[in-house]
C-alpha cells in the first residue's frame, strides 16, 4: 500500500502545465491578430519639403520613385509600362485604398505625373504625393 501512497502523493505534487500553455498561446493569437502591417516600397526616398502636407493613414498602395527614376511597388522594382498593371492589382486587394507616391526630390516629374496619371485612369480619385512637414 505505500507504493500507491506514494504515487498519489507524486500526482499530487506535479505541475500542470496545460493551462499556461493555453494562455501562452491566446496571447500569440492576439497579437498576430491585432499586428498592424506596414506597407513599405523597397527603398528609401528624400522626400521634398512641404508646409501643407497632410498624413494620409488608409495608404494602401505605395509607390516609390527614388533619384534613379526607378519605380519600387511592394519591394519590387517595376518597369513604367507595368505600374497601371501592379496599381489594378492592388487596387482589386483593397478597393477602398488610396495611392501615395513616394517620390524623390530628386526624380524626374513626368515619372510622378505618369504614375498619378496611371492610377486616375483605373479610377482612383485619391492619390497624394508624399512629402516631409517643414
Known sequence: MSRKNEKAEEEAQAIDL???LDVVFIMLIFF?????????TGIEVTRPEATTAEE???????????????????????????VRAQIERLQA?????????????GANMRMVVGITESARELGITNVAVSTEKK
Open 56 to 82: 494620409k493613414p488608409d495608404a494602401a498602395i505605395l509607390v516609390a520613385v527614388n533619384a534613379n527614376n526607378e519605380i519600387w511597388i511592394d519591394n519590387q522594382q517595376i518597369d513604367p509600362r507595368g
Open 18 to 20: 496545460t493551462p499556461m
Open 32 to 40: 498576430i491578430v491585432t499586428a498592424t502591417f506596414i506597407k513599405e
Open 93 to 105: 486587394e483593397n478597393p477602398r485604398g488610396t495611392v501615395v507616391v513616394q517620390a524623390d526630390s
